[in-house]
DNA sequence: TGACAAATAGAACGATCGTTCTATCTTGGC
DNA sequence: GCCAAGATAGAACGATCGTTCTATTTGTCA
């Protein structure tokens, strides 16, 4: 790794965390020459424009986002077991601080038109495929039953990652992580092969 | 009403519908005394500074939100209906250009201090306890089973709220309001009182 | 090691930000 | 209709923004 790639890394290492703990439209070129130790422009030199630059860091942000939460989620059997680790470990991803990245950049977002835009709705969207995806390997493997619609499956859970985003870090009220477990775990009940026969609860 | 007051008010006015619909931190004084076609200072002489204005702008949105939500829903009976209404009438609301401005706003200020992010939280903290009473009504007039809780619902309720502005604002998905409803009626569906047995669906 | 390219610094740019000051104009009560 | 109080304008402030330019330093490879 040549000299310039090896700096350009460490700039996008510390401007994502920047970025993360601020969101991505507070971060300036100013600030994170500081925070780097290099000059503006010795900075710019390596991203050549502001939205190169976020174009970078969002890119950045994947590639963090699938090593904490996807890569272990991958390790566990599929079915249930997977759909609750990917659950946990993006839970564990939102409390880092500034919470999720991506949850914040949208909201930032999504009035602005550009490359900074697309690159986040394209990595958003792959994430929500990726997580109905690994929904529909659930009904396959029988444990959840078989008319249920992996998009729907998605956009709930997802829902409920928005609600714990908003209860945690802005409302701060002090049982949202409870609620947000209770919230998931009725959502897998109501998803599960229907269960054998018993007295309603 | 005296002159200065009614210049407040129209200030405030476009003041809101600009922050609604691109946010409050991108709204600039400059950009607001041309679009009101006062001068700098003399729309600062209104308000005294940038903070008291964004604090001004929260509570001209919570008037406009009980106009627009709540007090329409409140015409409709309590229990069911009348939480439906408060959906629906939110849903409409959130389709206005920039989406709901609480939402958008408290995404905004989540990771700042201040007396914006108070005013933000003291409203928004506000309109979820009076989604989780409008539910204990539903309790109460029989329509949900006597051991839900009013507060899970609220949460849930909210957190599909959060979905459908990241799947319609941000992703742009199609059929973001399909799932919106079908995520809603579930959750309903969940809270009623048992229905007499039957044969499973 | 010498030479060329890559990497970085430093200064300057026009624009815009929130804010303050002073001066002028307008309103409302007597 | 006068006159104080209120409302508004205009100019200027220091700061910061993204960006560009020209030097100068540093790394890399023949």
Redesign the interface.
Known sequence: MSKGEQTRAAILERAFALAA???LSTLSIGRLADETGLSKSGLYAHFGSREALEVAIVEEASRQFVEAVWAPALKIPRGEPRLRAIFRHWLAWGQRP??CFF??A??????RRGATRDA??RE??AW?GALAKATRLAVEAGHFRPDLDP??FA??A???M??????V????TS??LD?TH??FD?LVL?ARA?AP?RA?A
């Open positions: 703990a601020g969101g500034g919470g949850v914040a949208s909201a930032e977002f999504d009035d986040l709705a958003q969207k929500i998009g729907q956009f709930e997802y829902s409920i928005l609600g714990t985003h908003l209860f870090r802005f409302l701060r049982d949202a609620r209770a919230a009725a109501a229907p026969r309603a």
